[in-house]
């Protein structure tokens, strides 16, 4: 899996901390049809992950042995893995665990990375270069090699999983806000509000916070992108989810070796994790386009 293609956000023109327009951005993100088409497969993925024990015909872990390696059709649409367990029913609960690793571990990596991009960039001298460093250590290790190692050290499991994947994306936040605050404690609200007498923390919250969000957003939506791609990679390896719970990743392991006999068990979850990695690319081509100042007429 090339988990390098996933693109990272591209930088957002610093603009005035905006108070919260809900629908005008959902205005902007809908005027591009690939956001649209992004926004509803995500909705659709979500609905599908809620509802899954409803959706689901057949129990995800239900062994059935005289049913193994049944085609596509019939009573099973997506066809049966080596077990008799009925793959659509995996498909569904897979969701699930992608969805919940994509938002908790995007969620350590934004809350981590976003203070420490605050504090470095606002304190600047020694704060900012220890700050840094560390970043650029983590950041020297691939992604994908870095999170095998923790999970390996941690222990194989869905928790250590969405942990090793939150440190993982931490730098890239930290290195972004640090970036927008730069440009932003030097703007002359900002400014004025020093001079006001305010507290540095006070300043960071109501004055610079809110002008870093656009480009968090963007980052966000595609570091969940990569968060659900590589959940799979380790789940492949079997540092991940572990059985019998359904996850993608571990689909794709069962069915390479039954990739002549029976292509359909890794045809599924393959188009799964394809389908979701890329809606929240489009999805974030949108915030961007949506957020960017520079691009709204």
Do not use: C, D, H, K
């Given at each position: 899996m090339a988990l390098d293609a996933?693109?990272?956000?591209?930088?957002?023109?610093?603009?005035?901390?905006?108070?919260?327009?809900?629908a005008v951005l959902l205005g902007r993100l809908l005027r591009g049809h690939l956001a649209k088409v992004g926004l509803l497969v995500i909705a659709t993925l979500v609905v599908a992950a809620v509802l899954a024990p409803a959706l689901a015909p057949y129990d995800p872990?239900?062994?059935?042995?005289?049913?193994?390696?049944?085609?596509?059709?019939?009573?099973h649409l997506l066809g049966t893995d080596d077990l008799g367990r009925d793959i659509l029913s995996r498909?569904?609960?897979?969701?699930?665990?992608?969805?919940?690793?994509?938002?908790?571990a995007v969620g350590i990596s934004l809350l981590a990375g976003v203070s420490l991009g605050l504090v470095a960039g606002y304190r600047g001298g020694w704060v900012d270069d220890v700050t840094m460093r560390v970043m650029d250590g983590l950041l020297a290790f691939p992604a994908l090699v870095l999170a095998l190692a923790i999970t390996a050290a941690l222990g194989p499991s869905l928790r250590n999983a969405m942990i090793a994947l939150g440190i993982v994306?931490?730098?890239?936040?930290?290195?972004?806000?640090?970036?927008?605050?730069?440009?932003?404690?030097?703007?002359?609200?900002?400014?004025?509000?020093?001079?006001?007498g305010l507290a540095d923390g006070r300043i960071v919250v109501r004055h610079i916070l809110p002008g870093t969000l656009a480009p968090i957003i963007v980052h966000a939506s595609l570091r969940v992108a990569?968060?659900?791609?590589?959940?799979?990679?380790?789940?492949?390896?079997?540092?991940?989810?572990?059985?019998?719970?359904?996850?993608?990743?571990?689909?794709?392991?069962?069915?390479?070796?039954?990739?002549?006999?029976?292509?359909?068990?890794?045809?599924?979850p393959g188009a799964a994790i394809f389908v979701t990695t890329l809606s929240f690319n489009f999805l974030g081509d949108g915030l961007r386009d949506a957020l960017d100042p520079r691009l709204r007429v």
């Open positions: 996933v693109r990272p956000a591209p930088p957002l023109a610093v603009a005035a901390p905006a108070r919260g327009r809900p872990t239900e062994q059935r042995l005289e049913r193994m390696l049944q085609p596509p059709g019939g009573q498909v569904l609960y897979g969701a699930r665990v992608s969805l919940l690793v994509g938002v908790l994306g931490i730098p890239g936040f930290a290195r972004l806000v640090r970036g927008q605050v730069l440009s932003l404690r030097a703007q002359e609200y900002v400014e004025a509000a020093r001079a006001a990569f968060a659900v791609l590589a959940e799979a990679g380790l789940s492949f390896l079997g540092l991940g989810t572990q059985p019998p719970t359904p996850s993608w990743g571990s689909m794709l392991n069962t069915g390479r070796e039954y990739l002549e006999m029976a292509p359909w068990l890794s045809v599924a």
